[in-house]
């Protein structure tokens, strides 16, 4: 397996990590700042194949809207009670996918956990796990990659016209997947381009322009989210540059605004009451 790109902090960390790998840990961190591929990396370093779980649908693998059910956890439950000499590790990605009721079945595998057994839980959204879980889980946040190394990986990736590397280094702002992912899929890179101009429009485009922007986003959740969240960092950046209250005010704005979609609130209303 490749070594993963890692931050240089958080490198050190999961090198600590692996000597002594805690009963449970907490891999979390930005979306494709590449956490699947270092809970592997990780397994790897203590020499084990993983088992590694992955949200269903219908009994097959889905990524995009399957979960992870009680009737998983529950056969993971009697598979970790077989006796074993030998160090096993169980990888639970996209762990927020957990149901309310697998996440009560896991609980009581962290609370009997079988001899010589590791759990590794991968989410971008730890905040939606119970707080009896993530209570017993050690925590290790993966940071985004340096500037250095989102240039040094363009290289990697023959990424050689300047206006696209400038793009794609603002777009993925140091998380290695997504840069990865922008530099290999032109229609990707089309898309989200065009959403972090849709943002800047959000921000200081004329009203119309704005009505336009709530209009063609208010029946697409997902779309919606990755516009706020691209508007809260063309501010951010700004606020880099020069800190202004009001700019920190927006930034606020539009974070909650994300909150009220993530939620499933109105999407109309809630860009909304940013043009307004």
Do not use: C, W
């Amino acid at each position: 397996m490749i070594k993963p790109i890692m931050n240089p902090a958080s490198e050190i960390t999961v090198l600590n990590t692996v000597k002594n790998l805690p009963q449970s840990l907490l891999l979390t961190g930005e979306y494709r700042v590449g956490l699947s591929t270092i809970s592997l990396y990780i397994a790897e370093l203590r020499k084990v194949t993983p088992i590694v779980i992955l949200p269903e649908k219908d009994e097959k693998i889905d990524l995009d809207k399957g979960v992870i059910g009680v009737d998983i956890m529950r056969k993971l439950y009697d598979e970790t009670k077989t006796k074993t000499s030998t160090d096993r590790i169980i990888i639970i990605d996209y762990a927020e996918r957990m149901t309310h009721q697998a996440q009560n079945a896991f609980l009581k595998l962290l609370e009997e956990p079988g001899e010589n057994i590791y759990f590794i839980l991968v989410t971008h959204s730890a905040e939606k796990l119970l707080s009896t879980i993530t209570s017993r889980a050690e925590v290790l946040d993966i940071k985004p990659i340096t500037n250095i190394q989102s240039v040094k990986l363009l290289d990697l990736l023959n990424v050689s016209d300047e206006k696209k590397r400038t793009q794609i280094l603002f777009i993925a702002d140091g998380l290695p997947a997504e840069i990865t992912y922008l530099s290999n899929d032109n229609d990707y890179f089309e898309k989200r381009s065009d959403t972090v101009k849709d943002a800047r429009e959000l921000l200081r485009g004329s009203l119309y322009q704005k009505l336009l922007i709530a209009h063609r986003y208010k029946d697409d959740r997902p779309a919606t989210l990755v516009l706020l969240l691209d508007a809260a960092k063309i501010l951010k950046k700004t606020i880099s540059q020069k800190p202004q209250k009001d700019t920190i005010e927006m930034i606020d704005t539009i974070l909650r605004a994300y909150q009220r979609v993530e939620a499933n609130g109105n999407i109309r209303l809630s860009l909304a009451k940013l043009i307004f």
